[in-house]
C-alpha cells in the first residue's frame, strides 16, 4: 500500500512541477512569432530550526539545527495578465535536506516542492512576498511498533511536504539579491500510515538570489475591465462535477498495517467575479469505510446509510488560466460518525485537459488536521 501512496505522491509531485513552468517559458510577441520569456534565477537558502512538539509525548525530541535549500525560480515581468494582476510573482522549484538534529528516532529528511512567490511589495530595490509551496518529502526514519516507537511524528518514509514562508529580499546588484525569512515546513501523509502527527519545523533563515542572465525590465500594469463579470449571465456561471479517490489509515484504532478507501463526489456552482476569481457554493457527499470500523470498535449500530457524509460549502477559485486552486470550507450535515468533527476545509488543484474535462489532486482537513489526500477528475460547464 505504502508504494501506492509513493506512486501517487510522486505522481503529483511530477504533475505540480509541470504546472509551475507549463507557460513560463513562451510569450507571443508582435506579429505572432513566439520569444522565450524566461527571467531564472538560482537561490541557496540556509536556515536555523526547531521543531515543532504539539503533543506532549512529542517534547523529547525539541531541539535547534538547520535547514539547506536549493531552488531556481523563474521572475515574471508581464508577459502574461495574471503575471501583472499577481504583482510580478516568482514561480520554482526547490529541493530540501535537513538532519534534524541529528537524532536517531526521526533520522534526515530530503525534499522537493514547486512553489509561487506573491509579493507584497516589489520595488528595484526592496521586496516583501510570501512563498508557498506544495511537494514531496522522504524521512529516513518512520514509526515502527517495535524498532522505533517513539516517533509519532510520521508513520512512512514518503508524505506530502508544504512549505509557507514570509521574506525580505533587497537588491545588492542588478543580478544579486540577498534576504530574510521565516516560515514553516510541514510534512505528513494526510493519514494515509498512522501514526501521523507530522513534522513541523519553524525557521529563520538566509539566501541569496542570482540571475543566471540580465533581469527583464517589468512590462506596465494593462487595465482590466472586470465589469463584463458582473452579469448573472450563463457565461458567468461555471458547474463543476467532481469524483475523487483516497486511501486512508486509522492505525490508532484498528491496529497498523491495514488501508481503507474514501470516496467523495463533489459539486460546485461557481459565478465569476474577475478575471482570476470565481465565488460559489458546494455539495460533497463522502464515503468513509474507516467510518464503518470505527462504529464497530466503538460497538456502536448503524444502517448502511448512515456511513454516507453530505456536506455544504462556501468556495473560492483562483483561476490561472487552465490550472486553478479552489478552496472549500463547509460543514457535515449529516453521517453517523463525526469523530474528525463536522467542520472540514478542502484544498484543490485543478488541471482542464480539455474543454470539459479536468484532473484534481487534494487535501481534506478538519480544523487543519490532515484526514486524507485525493486524486480524481471532473466534468466542467463553462
Known amino acids: 500500500m505504502e508504494r501506492k501512496f509513493i506512486k501517487s505522491v510522486i505522481l503529483a509531485l511530477s504533475f ?16 505572432g512569432d513566439t520569444i522565450r520569456d524566461n527571467n531564472l534565477q538560482i537561490e541557496l537558502r540556509t536556515s536555523w530550526s526547531f521543531l515543532i512538539c504539539h503533543h506532549q509525548v512529542m517534547n523529547i525530541f525539541k531541539s ?9 525560480q523563474n521572475v515574471t515581468y508581464g508577459s502574461k495578465t495574471w503575471h501583472q494582476l499577481f504583482n510580478y510573482p516568482a514561480v520554482g522549484v526547490t529541493v530540501i535536506y535537513s538532519g534534524v538534529g541529528g537524532m536517531p528516532e526521526i533520522g534526515s529528511i530530503f ?42 511524528f510520521l508513520g512512512s518514509h514518503v508524505n506530502a511536504l508544504f512549505s509557507i514562508n514570509l521574506e525580505y529580499s533587497r537588491a545588492v546588484s542588478r543580478r544579486t539579491q540577498l534576504s ?10 494526510a493519514s494515509s500510515r498512522c501514526p501521523n502527527n507530522g513534522l513541523n519545523l519553524w525557521q529563520f533563515g538566509l539566501s541569496g538570489r542570482y540571475f543566471l542572465e540580465q533581469p527583464k525590465e517589468r512590462l506596465p500594469l494593462e487595465i482590466i475591465d472586470n465589469e463584463q463579470y458582473k452579469s448573472w449571465k450563463k457565461k458567468n456561471i461555471s458547474w463543476y462535477f467532481g469524483f475523487l479517490y483516497s486511501l486512508k489509515d486509522i492505525d490508532e484504532y484498528m491496529g497498523y498495517g491495514k488501508h481503507w478507501s474514501v470516496y467523495n463526489l463533489q459539486l460546485n456552482v461557481m459565478k465569476r467575479v474577475s478575471q482570476m476569481s470565481k465565488v460559489g457554493i458546494g455539495i460533497d457527499l463522502v464515503y468513509d469505510e474507516t467510518d464503518k470500523e470505527i462504529l464497530k470498535f466503538k460497538k456502536i449500530d448503524y444502517k448502511p446509510i448512515e456511513i454516507l457524509k453530505p456536506g455544504v460549502n462556501v468556495a473560492y477559485e483562483l483561476v490561472l488560466k487552465s490550472t486553478s486552486f479552489l478552496f472549500n470550507f463547509g460543514c457535515h450535515v449529516g453521517g453517523k460518525d463525526l469523530c474528525e468533527g463536522r ?26 488536521w490532515a484526514d486524507y489526500l485525493g486524486f480524481g477528475v471532473g466534468f466542467k460547464i463553462n
Not at 180 to 189: E, I, P, Q, V
Open 180 to 189: 530574510l525569512y521565516t516560515g514553516m515546513t510541514h510534512m505528513s501523509n
Open 343 to 368: 467542520i472540514y476545509q478542502k484544498l484543490n488543484l485543478k488541471q482542464n485537459v480539455s474543454e470539459h474535462i479536468f484532473v484534481t489532486f487534494g487535501l481534506t482537513t478538519h480544523w487543519g
Open 16 to 31: 505540480a512541477i509541470l504546472l509551475t513552468f507549463r507557460c513560463e517559458g513562451k510569450a507571443q510577441a508582435e506579429g
Open 111 to 152: 525534499g522537493a516542492y514547486p512553489y509561487m512567490s506573491f509579493n507584497f511589495l516589489k520595488s528595484r530595490k526592496n521586496m516583501l512576498n510570501a512563498r508557498l509551496g506544495v511537494g514531496v518529502g522522504y524521512a529516513t526514519k518512520k514509526w515502527d511498533a517495535h524498532d522505533n516507537p517513539k516517533n509519532t
Open 64 to 72: 535547534h539545527f538547520p535547514i539547506f535549500e536549493m531552488s531556481i
